[in-house]
Nanobody, 119 residues
Framework: QVQLVESGGGLVQAGGSLRLSCAAS????????MGWYRQAPGKQRELVAH???????SSADPVKGRFTISRDNDKNTLYLQMNSLRPEDTAVYYC?????????????WGQGTQVTVSS
């Protein structure tokens, strides 16, 4: 089993910054992908950014140039640096982890952390 615990959310004014962290514990396979998703009220959960265990990243168009995903494999910790925040970034942000093995390729999810951006 895998446990994911997010932290770093909060209330910030438009134009401000926040840094989210996600600590992973349990059985963490070396080859994996981790990511951040978000869900705003009344909307579906959407991808924010992904990063592989090898460091390859991808991000959604609305956050490109503003958000940066990174990870520390030694600490099994995922980060999301969010700059130039906008009110439309308000959402619950979820950390996700997926091992890329034949034995397990399940998506695991954290409980989420609220990010609120005021105008």
């Amino acid at each position: 089993q895998v446990q994911l615990v997010e932290s770093g959310g909060g209330l910030v004014q438009a134009g401000g910054s926040l840094r989210l962290s996600c600590a992973a514990s349990g059985t963490i396979f070396r080859t994996n992908i981790m990511g951040w998703y978000r869900q705003a009220p009344g909307k579906q959960r959407e991808l924010v950014a992904h990063i592989t265990s090898g460091g390859r990243t991808s991000s959604a168009d609305p956050v490109k140039g503003r958000f940066t995903i990174s990870r520390d494999n030694d600490k099994n910790t995922l980060y999301l640096q969010m700059n130039s925040l906008r009110p439309e970034d308000t959402a619950v942000y979820y950390c996700a982890y997926r091992p890329l093995t034949a034995a397990d390729n399940t998506w695991y999810w954290g409980q989420g952390t609220q990010v609120t951006v005021s105008s």
